[in-house]
């Protein structure tokens, strides 16, 4: 089947397409608060910026709800997914709106960064629930499909919303004011998922009762040994291990990536913050159209190829392709290299999430992609800070390109041993 007849069917269900709605709805309006945080944080005309700040300014933002992840996982597990894609949209809208009063009133910056982590807390909830849902409202064979649909179209979404707070910081202004404004915006919009969840049945979404599992505060007590549970059922199954280990890879390159380009806008293709800023979103925004090309893609690659030769493929393209462009230190090269880590990133997210769907069994899913976004971000933050140690002032190394060269590879080469064979079914006579 082609992709479209393969969509049209996913879309024939009406479970999945609330689901998916509230996907877009909330990813359009976390780009807009991304756009707010990351202007204010890295190019504020007020404030100079150095790839330690750029490391520990992901630290803040990205790790403290990594780290609330298994706790999350416990209760995505036990708790209605439905309630939760409900609940948590409304406490980041309050959250929200309390960020932006707490900006537009000059209090100590330090209050609202604290406001964001919560807000970024409530929102890694909200996702978790959202991965953890999908295998409820399609069935298991069009789940490649879903995957290149959901996670994919929000993502886009969420760049759509980075382009509208671009907009909306040119019409209210760089200050603090104008980034209030932005939260406003973004906590409205973010309520709207809230009402479109509610039209799911409570019990749609699973997960499907255990009597054998521990009630949530036990559970929360035991967090730890039940984190290591989860990565033990992991482990026992290689496909999905070794897909989440790709997904890694490419997060600790792009993480690099992103710390090599910020200092690069601001100190060696812009004269300001300003022009720096535009020289990001130019990437941001070859980067959202190598996403969307994703969904096309990687259905039809993974059909004739099959999840465990797509990915590597990927990997070494983004190594290879990302040193060809970028080497030259020329803005053109590191548009195009952002549409090329679009692609190439979303395609092996999408074989991953389907991997980890597919293979994990359903009561510890929302274990599984507690463990998954604390990959996706740690490796990113880790990243970010080896890039601090390794880049010069400008931004403009050879050196770090060639690591994330040779990252990507040797990310691939070990994806290919850890991957199990998978015996292709027999042709009928």
């Known amino acids: 089947m082609s992709f479209v007849s393969d969509l049209r069917v996913v879309l024939r269900g009406r479970d999945f397409r609330r689901l998916y709605s509230t996907r877009l709805v909330s990813q359009f309006s976390d780009g807009i608060f991304q756009f707010a945080v990351a202007g204010l944080a890295f190019f504020s005309p007020e404030r100079s910026t150095s790839a330690a700040q750029i490391a520990s300014g992901l630290a803040v933002l990205l790790l403290p709800y990594s780290i609330l992840g298994p706790f999350a996982g416990v209760f995505i597990d036990r708790w209605s997914r439905r309630q939760i894609l409900v609940v948590a949209p409304l406490i980041r809208g309050v959250l929200l709106l309390a960020a932006a009063a707490l900006l537009a009133f000059d209090a100590p910056e330090w209050l609202f960064y604290v406001t964001a982590l919560c807000v970024l807390g409530v929102n890694r909830f909200f996702l978790a629930a959202l991965g953890a849902s999908l295998p409820h409202v399609v069935p298991s064979d069009r789940l490649m499909v879903?995957?290149?649909?959901?996670?994919?179209?929000?993502?886009?979404?969420?760049?759509?919303?980075?382009?509208?707070?671009?907009?909306?910081?040119?019409?209210?202004?760089?200050?603090?004011?104008?980034?209030?404004?932005?939260?406003?915006?973004?906590?409205?919009?973010?309520?709207?998922?809230?009402?479109?969840?509610?039209?799911?049945?409570?019990?749609?979404?699973?997960?499907?009762?255990?009597?054998?599992?521990?009630?949530?505060?036990?559970?929360?007590?035991?967090?730890?040994?039940?984190?290591?549970?989860?990565?033990?059922?992991?482990?026992?199954?290689?496909?999905?291990?070794?897909?989440?280990?790709?997904?890694?890879?490419?997060?600790?390159?792009?993480?690099?990536?992103?710390?090599?380009?910020?200092?690069?806008?601001?100190?060696?293709?812009?004269?300001?913050?300003?022009?720096?800023?535009?020289?990001?979103?130019?990437?941001?925004?070859?980067?959202g159209v190598g996403y969307f090309l994703a969904v096309l893609v990687t259905p039809w690659a993974t059909e004739r190829l099959g999840i465990e030769r797509w990915v590597p493929v990927m990997l070494v393209t983004a190594g290879l392709l990302t040193f060809a462009l970028c080497a030259p230190f020329q803005q053109w090269g590191f548009a195009v290299g952002g549409f090329v880590l679009g692609i190439a990133g979303q395609s092996i997210k999408i074989?991953?999430?389907?991997?980890?769907?597919?293979?994990?069994?359903?009561?510890?899913?929302?274990?599984?992609?507690?463990?998954?976004?604390?990959?996706?971000?740690?490796?990113?933050?880790?990243?970010?800070?080896?890039?601090?140690?390794?880049?010069p002032p400008n931004g403009r190394s050879l050196l770090v390109l060639g690591l994330i060269t040779a990252g990507y590879i040797a990310g691939a080469v070990l994806y290919r041993v850890v991957t199990p064979r998978r015996v292709p079914a027999p042709q009928p006579s």
């Open 351 to 391: 074989c991953a999430d389907t991997a980890v769907q597919r293979d994990v069994e359903d009561a510890y899913l929302g274990r599984a992609f507690s463990i998954y976004d604390m990959l996706f971000n740690g490796s990113y933050v880790l990243a970010a800070a080896l890039a601090a140690l390794l880049l």
């Open 146 to 287: 879903a995957n290149a649909v959901t996670p994919t179209s929000g993502t886009v979404l969420t760049f759509v919303g980075v382009g509208v707070g671009f907009l909306l910081r040119k019409i209210f202004g760089a200050d603090d004011h104008g980034i209030a404004v932005l939260m406003v915006v973004s906590g409205l919009i973010f309520g709207v998922s809230a009402l479109i969840a509610r039209t799911m049945r409570r019990e749609l979404l699973g997960p499907a009762y255990d009597p054998n599992l521990p009630q949530a505060r036990e559970a929360v007590r035991h967090v730890l040994s039940g984190l290591a549970d989860g990565a033990r059922h992991i482990v026992h199954h290689r496909a999905a291990a070794a897909a989440m280990g790709a997904m890694a890879t490419h997060r600790f390159m792009y993480g690099m990536c992103t710390a090599m380009l910020v200092m690069l806008s601001r100190y060696y293709f812009a004269e300001n913050a300003e022009e720096a800023l535009n020289a990001v979103t130019v990437v941001v925004a070859t980067s």
